[in-house]
């Protein structure tokens, strides 16, 4: 093959590399092109052309990891990861590793790792690259990248739920919950989500947010109901999907264009966390995006034309 040839076939492996490490669709796709310059412009030809990629993407996100922490030290409010709707890469010899690691959860578990251990922890226990290829792409000895891994599987471990929802388990329960969701059904909601369930959105400061986030069952089944019912009345969808491989939500203004999307953490046969990301900078790879004021404006002004009360930036108060 020619290095485009192998470029192209190895990309969804780089990619996924790139955001597990980077948590940002955006970032990770800028890393695998950067990576694609070096390789064409490389004199030398690499005895494996996989391992040279691996590395040489793993090299660019961690030093892109290492400038954007400080950007999401000052950002305001919650950082959640960018959206991903599939994970372009498939091995079904690592499929629970794959699929684990690109959750919310624990792309937010990985954001407390060093950029090292990050990269590291990707490489070796998500992807299985063996210890002398880790340490040849973050430019570290064998026995350090082994201590690495071992810090980063101990912060992961401590930060993980004890046990797992069955897939389809998982998806049932997401059905029900978005069909109670959608009716503005607040018994229904309540029976689903965990006593403690949180809810929390990344607006970045650049749309409405839901306060500092809601936390019990019979507040978040109360704002959920809140924030639906004028939503859907005005025209707006609730499109179901898989977010991060967990079941989530697209939310679409009339037009079919994204305002924002929810995620949802579902164990133990319940809903434990709801995190939404509205910033409209992450949201913009998944298609036209919409202005998520005027959609909280206009439904506003039909709760009150139907004389609902409250108000959808009400329950709970929407902040910048």
């Not at 949180?198 to 947010?209: E, F, I, N, R, T």
């Not at 978040?220 to 999907?241: K, N, Y």
């Not at 579902?266 to 913009?284: C, E, F, S, T, Y």
Request: glycine share 10%.
């Amino acid at each position: 093959m020619t290095r485009a040839e192998e470029f192209e076939e190895l990309r969804p492996l780089l990619f996924s590399i790139a955001y597990r490490i980077l948590g940002s669709v955006s970032e990770a796709e800028d890393a695998v092109q950067e990576t694609w310059l070096r390789y064409a412009a490389s004199a030398t030809e690499p005895v494996s052309a996989k391992a040279f990629l691996a590395a040489t993407v793993s090299r660019i996100a961690i030093d892109v990891l290492r400038s954007a922490r400080m950007r999401r030290e000052e950002y305001a409010g919650e950082w959640f990861p960018e959206p991903l709707l599939s994970d372009p890469y498939e091995d079904p010899e690592r499929s629970a590793e794959l699929a684990d690691s690109v959750s919310m959860a624990a792309l937010l578990l990985l954001e407390r790792l060093s950029p090292l251990e990050r990269a590291v922890f990707v490489l070796r226990e998500v992807f299985g690259f063996g210890f002398g290829e880790v340490a040849s792409a973050v430019g570290r000895s064998e026995a350090a990248c082994r201590q690495l891994a071992v810090r980063a599987r101990r912060h992961m471990d401590a930060g993980r739920a004890r046990f797992e929802a069955d897939r389809r388990e998982r998806a049932e329960l997401a059905e029900r919950f978005f069909d109670a969701f959608r009716k503005g059904d607040v018994e229904g909601l309540r029976k689903l989500l965990a006593a403690d369930v949180q809810m929390v959105g990344d607006s970045g400061g650049k749309a409405p947010l839901w306060g500092k986030g809601v936390l019990g069952a019979e507040s978040v089944a109360r704002t959920l109901a809140a924030l639906v019912v004028p939503f859907v009345r005005i025209g707006g969808v609730v499109e179901p999907r898989e977010m991060n491989g967990q079941p989530g939500a697209i939310f679409r203004d009339r037009d079919g264009r994204v305002v924002n999307i929810l995620a949802l953490d579902i164990l133990g046969g319940q809903v434990q966390a709801i995190r939404a990301v509205i910033n409209p900078d992450k949201l913009g790879h998944l298609g036209p995006v919409g202005d998520a004021w005027g959609v909280v404006r206009e439904a506003n002004r039909a709760r009150r034309r139907d004389g609902g009360g409250a108000t959808a930036g009400e329950v709970p108060r929407v902040e910048d």
